[in-house]
């Protein structure tokens, strides 16, 4: 079989792999669901409330949906679609400068970075890698325990609230988020020329939202004029003033595919120079968290080096993302890895992201309310924070990264790896588990 009939064969797979995901099911439409937790929350369970007052947090359900839940829906959908893939090389890689080709290192390599070798004119790659991510962690704070409060509608008109004792009632929405993520990521990688690689990857994304999201009543209208004006059950003066809302959603399907082009622009028997132009295509659901709704790209300089068993790889990146309530990044990769030999490596890397615009930051529900509580002659003014989520003007993040590649032939690798934060920014898991395996042809 020819070297070019071998290319056409196989981005002809890759094509028919790519067009086959675009068909999986779409079962949810998860960016629906905190609408409808705020909703039967703060609408429809109140109206078993006396009289009018059930209507009374129907301004706090519309802020919810225009802020609070865009804010959400943004946050886990960035963070599931863009989380790094693994390295795309595998673990043999070839130097043509003699001619014919001589193999260089057989278990050597990163886990999400890149060196700056290529592969090799014609040499083609193909692998799949697995990570599962839990979620858990949205600045330090774990998502099951973020707290939502929502001041009662300002009826007096005055701009104050506790002008009248409805107005001290607020509500606790603590939300119980778990959000589940597993992608797979399916790759090819084809040697254009001996300096220039060109990968597509295509990622199947399986991603679960559950949850009980417990709401209370703060009522000051129970103590203050005997009976409670708002509250989820139908006898005010022995109230209702707990509901809890599960919720359980889940969608599987293609993520954002991206292309991308490697090139190398020195390369020594010590030290390498590379660059990488990524695009990545809106091809995932973002209504599903599956993407992000916009294309992308990033652009980044690789340096390398290699002696003997050790190898280091520093990658510098700048990722344009023009989706709301998602800031561009600057971002850097840095890592050494040590072949111990009988086709067994390790490899440690830090991985750092950078908001560079602060305008896109993720607010949820900031600030306080100022309430001044009224019951016969006593009066008592309190501030209540609205939320318990840490206040940010970014959510950069720092990861340590620790895996082994083995390579029990020249053409195969198999790699294990795990993530672990290295600081409380952004939204996170505790530790993120990579499997995967890649093959040379």
Same mark, same amino acid.
């Given at each position: 079989?020819?070297?070019?009939?071998?290319?056409? $064969?196989?981005?002809g797979?890759?094509?028919?792999?790519?067009?086959?995901? @675009?068909?999986?099911p779409?079962?949810?439409?998860?960016?629906?669901?905190?609408?409808?937790?705020?909703?039967?929350?703060?609408?429809?369970r109140?109206?078993?409330?006396?009289?009018?007052?059930?209507?009374?947090?129907?301004?706090?359900?519309?802020?919810?949906?225009?802020?609070?839940?865009?804010?959400l829906?943004?946050?886990?959908?960035?963070?599931?679609?863009?989380?790094?893939?693994s390295? $795309?090389s595998?673990?043999?890689?070839?130097?043509f400068?003699?001619?014919a080709p001589?193999?260089i290192?057989?278990?050597?390599?990163?886990?999400?970075?890149?060196m700056?070798?290529?592969q090799?004119k014609?040499?083609f790659?193909?692998?799949?890698n697995?990570?599962?991510?839990?979620?858990d962690?949205?600045?330090?704070?774990?998502?099951?325990?973020?707290?939502?409060?929502?001041?009662?509608v300002?009826?007096?008109g005055?701009?104050?609230?506790?002008?009248?004792?409805?107005?001290?009632?607020?509500?606790?929405?603590?939300?119980?988020?778990?959000?589940?993520? @597993?992608?797979?990521?399916f790759?090819a990688?084809?040697?254009i020329?001996? %300096?220039?690689?060109?990968?597509?990857?295509?990622p199947?994304?399986?991603? +679960?939202?559950?949850?009980?999201?417990v709401?209370?009543?703060? +009522?000051?209208?129970?103590?203050?004029?005997?009976e409670?004006?708002?509250?989820?059950?139908?006898?005010a003066?022995?109230?209702?003033?707990?509901?809890?809302v599960?919720?359980?959603?889940?969608a599987?399907?293609?993520?954002?595919a991206t292309?991308r082009?490697?090139?190398?622009a020195?390369r020594?028997d010590?030290f390498?120079?590379?660059?990488?132009?990524?695009? %990545?295509?809106?091809?995932?659901?973002?209504?599903?968290?599956?993407?992000?709704?916009?294309?992308?790209?990033?652009?980044?300089?690789?340096?390398?080096g290699?002696?003997?068993?050790?190898s280091w790889?520093?990658?510098?990146?700048?990722?344009?993302?023009?989706?709301d309530?998602?800031?561009?990044?600057?971002?850097?990769?840095?890592?050494?890895n040590?072949?111990?030999?009988g086709?067994l490596a390790?490899?440690?890397?830090v991985?750092?992201?950078?908001?560079?615009?602060?305008?896109? $930051?993720?607010?949820?529900?900031?600030?306080?309310?100022?309430?001044?509580?009224?019951?016969?002659?006593?009066?008592?003014?309190?501030?209540?924070?609205l939320?318990?989520?840490?206040?940010?003007?970014?959510?950069?993040?720092?990861?340590?990264?620790?895996g082994?590649?083995?390579?029990?032939s020249?053409?195969?690798?198999?790699?294990?790896n795990?993530?672990?934060?290295l600081?409380?920014?952004?939204l %996170?898991s505790?530790?993120?588990?990579t499997?995967?395996?890649?093959?040379?042809?």
């Open positions: 079989m020819n070297r070019s009939f071998r290319s056409v $064969t196989h981005f797979f890759l094509s028919f792999l790519l067009v086959s995901m @675009t068909n999986l779409v079962h949810a439409q998860l960016n629906n669901t905190f609408d409808s937790v705020f909703n039967e929350i703060l609408v429809n109140l109206q078993l409330s006396p009289g009018a007052h059930g209507n009374h947090y129907r301004e706090a359900a519309m802020l919810a949906a225009s802020q609070l839940t865009p804010s829906n943004s946050l886990i959908a960035s963070n599931v679609s863009s989380f790094p893939n390295a $795309t595998v673990g043999v890689t070839f130097s400068e003699g001619g001589q193999k290192r057989q278990a050597e390599g990163p886990i999400f970075g890149e700056a070798t290529t090799g014609g040499v790659n193909l692998g799949m697995a990570s599962h991510l839990s979620l962690k949205f600045r330090g704070l774990d998502t099951e325990d973020m707290r939502f409060t929502f001041p009662h300002d009826v007096t005055d701009g104050t609230l506790g002008e009248n004792p409805n107005e001290s009632d607020t509500i606790d929405v603590t939300m119980g988020i778990d959000v589940d993520a @597993t992608i797979y990521n790759y990688t084809y040697g020329t001996d %300096r220039v690689d060109v990968t597509i990857g295509v199947v994304i399986d991603v +679960s939202l559950t949850g009980t999201a709401a209370s009543v703060n +009522s000051f209208t129970i103590a203050a004029l005997g409670a004006n708002h509250h989820f059950g139908d006898d003066t022995r109230p209702v003033l707990q509901t809890a599960p919720y359980s959603d889940s599987a399907g293609i993520g954002d292309i082009f490697k090139y190398n020195f020594n010590r390498g120079l590379g660059f990488i132009l990524e695009y %990545r295509l809106a091809t995932g659901d973002d209504d599903d968290y599956l993407g992000t709704g916009e294309n992308e790209i990033r652009l980044s300089q690789i340096f390398s290699e002696r003997e068993s050790f790889h520093l990658n510098l990146s700048f990722e344009r993302r023009p989706a309530l998602d800031s561009d990044e600057f971002e850097y990769l840095a890592g050494f040590y072949e111990v030999g086709g390790w490899t440690m890397e991985l750092g992201e950078y908001d560079l615009n602060d305008k896109e $930051t993720i607010e949820l529900l900031p600030g306080t309310v100022t309430i001044t509580d009224r019951s016969g002659d006593a009066i008592n003014t309190r501030i209540v924070e939320s318990n989520i840490p206040e940010r003007d970014n959510d950069n993040t720092l990861s340590g990264s620790i082994v590649r083995f390579a029990p020249d053409r195969l690798v198999l790699i294990a795990v993530l672990l934060p600081n409380d920014g952004g %996170r505790d530790v993120v588990g499997a995967g395996v890649g093959y040379t042809f």
